[in-house]
T-cell receptor, first 117, second 112 residues
Framework: DGGITQSPKYLFRKEGQNVTLSCEQN?????MYWYRQDPGQGLRLIYY???????QKGDIAEGYSVSREKKESFPLTVTSAQKNPTAFYLC????????????????FGDGTRLSIL | AQKITQTQPGMFVQEKEAVTLDCTYD???????LFWYKQPSSGEMIFLIY??????QNATEGRYSLNFQKARKSANLVISASQLGDSAMYFC?????????FGTGTRLKVLA
């Protein structure tokens, strides 16, 4: 079955540590996205990528970094510069970058819950 | 800039009854798309229904329908014949420039 796989499901970070969240999709989608969700709030966009080796900052990119070396993969690194990383992180993909061709929905993974030790 | 407002933080509905979840939006784009997603307690986001701004008819998908009132800039989700499995968070979203903009969500609880 095609879909998006996020791992791990739960992640704990120590002070001063960088951690990487994995996101893999086998939907052959060009565009991928990372969102952050805090309790009682909607999703906020961290980074997005339209094609391999290209990515753009979203609304809350500070303290995060990404790479897009393969079409299927879009890992997110939460760096030590992110002072409040405790949140639920969702990865998504869509056939094309939304807003550039058709109004197709985004497909989401099951999320990674990150906490501070 | 686009904006989504969901004013109902929580809703209760009796099983088998219908419920309406409110969503209002703000955009200056002449063409736009509106989406509803469901988020169960497990965390994944499930796409429910889509409405394009130029669609002549309100969108329907099974028990889900969208009450689209363009002049009032509202896109309310109607769930008919509620089931216990409908208990979840529901998010309205608008298609912005290269991204979706989500509302803060409504938590729906279906009562047996």
């Amino acid at each position: 079955d095609g879909g998006i796989t996020q791992s791990p499901k739960y992640l704990f970070r120590k002070e001063g540590q960088n951690v990487t969240l994995s996101c893999e999709q086998n939907l052959n989608h060009d565009a991928m996205y990372w969102y952050r969700q805090d309790p009682g709030q909607g999703l906020r966009l961290i980074y997005y990528s339209q094609i391999v080796n290209d990515f753009q900052k979203g609304d809350i990119a500070e303290g995060y970094s990404v790479s897009r070396e393969k079409k299927e993969s879009f890992p997110l690194t939460v760096t030590s510069a992110q002072k409040n990383p405790t949140a639920f992180y969702l990865c998504a993909s869509s056939m094309f970058l939304v807003g550039t061709g058709g109004n197709q929905p985004q497909h989401f993974g099951d999320g990674t819950r990150l906490s501070i030790l | 800039a686009q904006k989504i407002t969901q004013t109902q933080p929580g809703m209760f509905v009796q099983e088998k009854e219908a419920v309406t979840l409110d969503c209002t939006y703000d955009t200056s784009d002449p063409s736009y798309g509106l989406f509803w997603y469901k988020q169960p307690s497990s965390g994944e986001m499930i796409f429910l229904i889509y409405q394009g701004s130029y669609d002549q008819q309100n969108a329907t998908e099974g028990r889900y329908s969208l009450n689209f009132q363009k002049a009032r800039k509202s896109a309310n989700l109607v769930i008919s014949a509620s089931q216990l499995g409908d208990s979840a968070m529901y998010f309205c979203a608008i298609l912005g420039t290269y991204k979706y903009i989500f509302g803060t969500g409504t938590r729906l609880k279906v009562l047996a």
